[in-house]
T-cell receptor
């Protein structure tokens, strides 16, 4: 597709359930980011993938959160045993490989509500 | 100190006003700087890059101060449509690992 694609766009889940959020970056983009944004708050960095390098996981808030990127393209963010405080929009973004400073393009986000 | 810090605002200004936002960053090795705009319940989108020499795009002017480690965004002749949250973005060192500030909320009123 032309842009970053995320699914599902909306997810309501019960507390304690696991959820998987998918991100399909722009074709050819080797850098992929996951951010979280709670209502009315700023972007919280979660994880960054760049090519075949080890991902920067420093932003993952707990061990219930994990992410992988298969084949250098699609990424899945998994939240295990969801809690109400996990409710937020999860934004995926991608950018071209290369020197620092390439524009980051965001998907429309996956809106997660934990009830 | 946070990697990227912004005054959250809100900034409430009348139409036609000039408003400026600052953003400080902690990593002296950062090389790339941007301003993004985020409308309510929408994803962030690039507003403009910030170049060392400063740059202007219409009513918007961005500047970088490396010595004091901050970037700024100036909006002249504010329009109602400028109402949004403005996010500064800085790369972590010499790579593509970009970090966002929490954003500054601007409301332009008639």
């Amino acid at each position: 597709g032309a842009g970053v694609s995320q699914s599902p766009s909306n997810k309501v889940t019960e507390k304690g359930k696991d959820v998987e959020l998918r991100c399909d970056p722009i074709s050819g983009h080797t850098a992929l980011y996951w951010y979280r944004q709670s209502l009315g708050q700023g972007l919280e960095f979660l994880i960054y993938f760049q090519g075949n390098s080890a991902p920067d996981k420093s932003g993952l808030p707990s061990d219930r959160f994990s992410a992988e990127r298969t084949g250098g393209s699609v990424s899945t963010l998994t939240i295990q045993r969801t809690q109400q405080e996990d409710s937020a929009v999860y934004l995926c973004a991608s950018s071209l490989e290369g020197s620092a400073g390439n524009t980051i393009y965001f998907g429309e986000g996956s809106w997660l509500t934990v009830v | 100190r946070k990697e990227v810090e912004q005054d959250p605002g809100p900034f409430n200004v009348p139409e036609g006003a000039t408003v400026a936002f600052n953003c400080t960053y902690s990593n002296s090795a950062s090389q790339s700087f941007f301003w993004y705009r985020q409308d309510c319940r929408k994803e962030p989108k690039l507003l403009m890059s910030v170049y060392s020499s400063g740059n202007e795009d219409g009513r918007f002017t961005a500047q970088l101060n490396r010595a004091s480690q901050y970037i700024s965004l100036l909006i002249r002749d504010s329009k109602l449509s400028d109402s949004a949250t403005y996010l500064c973005v800085v790369n972590m060192g010499g790579n593509n690992d970009m970090r966002f500030g929490a954003g500054t909320r601007l409301t332009v009123k008639p």
